[in-house]
Nanobody, 119 residues
Framework: QVQLAESGGGLVQPGGSLRLSCAAS????????MGWYRQAPGKQRELVAG???????NYADSVKGRFTISRDNAKNTVYLQMNSLKPEDTAVYYC?????????????WGQGTLVTVSS
């Protein structure tokens, strides 16, 4: 099954930008809907953004207009461009792969990458 590895997290000032990457290996990337989730200390994990293989996207209301999810199937990679970052965006961000259609029972998570928004 597909293996996921996130990168790009770090410390950024409020109003700044960061781009997260999730590289997939060991699977057929095109069968998966890809998503970014985040979990802040003491809070539940929440969906930030998702993108299907056909390119349909959805976003949490809290990030709409600031974050953009995209994928490059040729590179087996999904990205999350984060702009106008706020302190409340601070969390561990996780990459998720969920199989589409006949592969709907396949699911995988990355190890997470920490994003800290602070001055």
């Amino acid at each position: 099954q597909v293996q996921l590895a996130e990168s790009g997290g770090g410390l950024v000032q409020p109003g700044g930008s960061l781009r997260l990457s999730c590289a997939a290996s060991g699977g057929i990337f095109s069968i998966y809907t890809m998503g970014w989730y985040r979990q802040a200390p003491g809070k539940q994990r929440e969906l930030v953004a998702g993108i299907t293989n056909s390119g349909s996207t959805n976003y949490a209301d809290s990030v709409k207009g600031r974050f953009t999810i995209s994928r490059d199937n040729a590179k087996n990679t999904v990205y999350l461009q984060m702009n106008s970052l706020k302190p409340e965006d601070t969390a561990v961000y996780y990459c998720n792969a969920a199989g589409e259609g006949r592969y709907r029972f396949l699911e995988r998570w990355g190890q997470g990458t920490l994003v800290t928004v602070s001055s």
